[in-house]
């Protein structure tokens, strides 16, 4: 809750302190749930690990007045970091002066795996606060955590919470800011597992070279051994950290003998600290069921199987698509009218010419064709979000891993290619979870296959225009089994990729063995998932609004210029075919002819390189340049009714729309997901031969399509 930074008291007003608030803790522990609910911000959060892969941060102003940036670090399960979103949380924890506080969020129905990272955290010296979150879970599985207990034992501050429903944050906000306004020392105790005698004994032959440099006590000593041991894995730069201010350069008598004593510590030391968690963990916890879980246990064995579990995920996804059609249906039609109604309206209220055009024919039709789409994304995410907030896609990624390990991946490729769903550029991102660099290289490459949601708006307009509306064995309609193929043929061809790409351009070593924790099953919340839809409707509207809104202006300028002799309708089909735009297709209109495609269709091609979905408004600021009529009929039936102008025969099919949407299946027409695979990547190299292959691959898999078709006699 953020208070204005005018109403600081004039005594204040001269100093404004600063303060940075981490939190940390395991993955899948609702700590973006506790970010968001601490700074009201909307990150998004889900039932699985690696939602977060980057830092983010929100700003609180104390009552005091002081500014408290709170970050929101990737999750991690200890301080020897496995993965590149690991690297940045450990990093930034490591910086001695970046943070000032570290609030901890732990899952009290799995305490004993926090309290492992607790156990490091507390090594840092740095004022530290748990926030014990999940309690209603805890209580459904029949756990009851003595609070006071456990922050006796780990001397530091414990608060309870429920992030997701913002119980216990008030109280979580204000000992963070009496924290940090605390004119007491900050510094915590060093952890009394410290003092375990076998790990006593194994630092004995090291303390002495410590203390001799160094006025430290015995303690503080080996907590600095700790450190220096834990880089030895972390950096790999002779036991130094990345930014320096810790290294064995200061004890030179222990360079070598640390390195050669790693493996015998880290064995020794989780040993050690597991110990130390067991032993609270009696003190603490109280199970009064242990039978609660067994029902999960039971479906797990369904959703899980190699057998049922990809049937069942079928079938699921089956049932999704055949809803967004059907529940879609409606509300399509509603904002198809609106938006007819809209540009009648404007061309009533202004003057017929190029202004009325540009607005009617440009901003309204090209913009509006997108809209009307709105609602099957929202039901795509509706979906979704309900299967990420139960804890379902967690388990395909389990259930996948032994299928992906033949191409050179494992079931840690699936979080990042199940979030590419949605859009590539997060999924992308979500690689940064995964350890192996060839296997997170290859899913990056690959990721692009998967079906966004941008894709959506021209599957649906081709299937709603040419694929007729029947059934398949009186339950599935043709429209949605279509929708699945397309989205399955993308997971296809990323297979097959993925088995390209590591026979012969990505060689490495085979990706370790796959282990992720199975979250509870939740019921999903409506609130989040409806909130959800709102973002990604926001995000739909104006980002995408934007780029879909510059085209469509500009596009109508192409289409409309340079004027030729206005009158009949035939006219103003020549109009169109004699503009800049029309010569552009035309000039490419050879090369993808072979594929079913015309100079109209070239042109949306070329446009579609901003976003995949700008071929619709580019095709509908066509069609209404054409008529020239604002009664004009939907883009649907304009595509239905296009005649071929030498056979008189319809030139666009159901055979031209399937060659199309299969263009766009496995086309890397995204320049912002080109972007960011150089960013995530450091090299052009690799942007460069994802375009090359994944056009390439688009060509041919259309070529195919489109002339096997022929050959069939399905033209």
């Known amino acids: 809750m953020s208070v204005n930074v005018e109403n600081l008291t004039a005594h204040q007003s001269y100093s404004i302190k600063k303060f940075r608030v981490a939190l940390v803790g395991n993955p899948n522990t609702g700590k973006t749930s506790v970010f968001n609910a601490l700074t009201g911000l909307r990150q998004k959060v889900g039932n699985y690990p690696g939602v977060t892969v980057e830092k983010k941060s929100g700003m609180l102003i104390s009552p005091g007045g002081a500014k408290v940036e709170v970050i929101d670090l990737p999750g991690l399960y200890s301080l020897n970091p496995q993965s590149l979103d690991e690297e940045i949380a450990v990093e930034t924890l490591y910086s001695d002066d970046a943070i000032d506080l570290i609030v901890v969020v732990a899952d009290a129905s799995n305490l004993n795996r926090n309290l492992y990272l607790v156990s490091q955290l507390l090594e840092l010296n740095k004022p530290t606060l748990l926030a014990l979150n999940m309690v209603d879970v805890a209580k459904a599985h029949g756990i009851e955590i003595n609070i006071d207990e456990l922050a006796a034992s780990l001397a530091v501050t414990v608060i309870p919470v429920i992030g997701s429903k913002g119980e216990g944050i008030p109280e979580l906000r204000r000992t963070i800011f009496d924290i940090l306004e605390s004119t007491d020392s900050k510094k915590v105790s060093p952890p009394q597992w410290l003092k375990d005698p076998a790990l006593e004994t194994f630092y004995q032959p090291f303390i002495g070279e410590i203390a001799e440099n160094t006025e430290l006590t015995n303690l503080e000593a080996r907590l600095r051994l700790q450190r220096i041991f834990r880089e030895v894995k972390t950096f790999r730069e002779n036991a130094a950290s990345s930014n320096g201010k810790l290294s064995t350069a200061d004890y030179p008598n222990l360079n070598s003998v640390i390195y050669d004593k790693y493996d015998e510590w880290q064995q020794l030391e989780a040993k050690v600290r597991y110990r130390w968690v067991d032993s609270i963990c009696d003190k603490i916890i109280c199970r009064l069921d242990e039978e609660k879980r067994s029902f999960s246990d039971k479906i797990d064995q369904v959703l899980t199987h190699h057998i049922a579990g990809p049937i069942v995920f079928l079938l699921l996804f089956s049932v999704v698509f055949q809803s967004i059609f059907t529940w879609a249906e409606a509300p399509m039609d509603a904002i198809e009218t609106g938006v007819g109604w809209l540009g009648e309206l404007v061309a009533n209220l202004l003057p017929a010419g190029a202004l009325q055009s540009l607005i009617v024919d440009g901003a309204i039709g090209g913009v509006g064709s997108i809209l009307v789409f709105l609602p099957q994304i929202l039901f795509l995410f509706f979906f979704l979000s309900l299967l990420e907030d139960s804890g379902y896609m967690t388990r395909v990624a389990f259930m996948m891993d032994r299928f992906m390990r033949g191409a050179g991946l494992s079931g840690r490729s699936i979080i990042p290619l199940l979030s590419s769903f949605a859009c590539a550029i997060p999924g992308i991102m979500a690689t940064r979870t995964i350890r192996n660099w060839q296997e997170r290289l290859i899913t990056i490459m ?98 995408a609004g934007k780029i879909i809104l510059a085209m469509s202006l500009v596009l109508w300028f192409l289409s409309s210029y340079p004027k030729t002799d206005a009158g009949t309708e035939a006219t103003a089909g020549e109009q169109i075919r004699q503009s800049y735009a029309g010569q552009i297709g035309q000039i490419i209109e050879p090369v993808i002819e072979p594929l079913g495609f015309d100079w109209k269709l070239g042109i949306g091609l070329i446009t579609s390189f901003a976003a995949r979905e700008v071929l619709v408004s580019t095709l509908a600021t066509i069609y209404n340049v054409e008529s020239g009529d604002e009664n004009s009929l939907s883009l649907r039936d304009a595509l239905r009714n296009e005649t071929d102008p030498v056979t008189g025969k319809p030139r666009y099919t159901p055979l031209v729309a399937i060659s199309l949407m299969v263009f766009f299946v496995l086309a890397c027409q995204c320049m912002s997901t080109v972007a960011i695979v150089k960013r995530e990547t450091n090299s052009w190299r690799w942007p460069i031969i994802m375009i090359v292959y994944m056009t390439a691959l688009a060509y041919i898999g259309s070529l195919v399509v489109y002339q096997g078709g022929l050959l069939l006699g399905l033209g």
């Open 446 to 543: 690959i990721a692009p296959l998967m079906s966004c949601s941008a894709r959506l708006p021209v599957y649906t307009l081709m299937i709603g225009a040419f694929i007729p509306n029947q059934r398949i064995a009186g339950v599935f309609s043709l429209a949605g089994f279509t929708l699945l193929a397309m989205y399955l043929l993308g997971v296809v061809a990323a297979i097959v990729a993925a088995l390209v790409f590591k026979k012969f351009l990505i060689r490495g070593r085979s990706p370790a063995s796959f282990m992720m924790e199975l979250p509870p099953y939740r019921l999903p919340s409506l609130r989040w998932t409806l909130l959800q839809m709102w973002e990604r409707a926001k995000i739909f509207v104006t980002d």
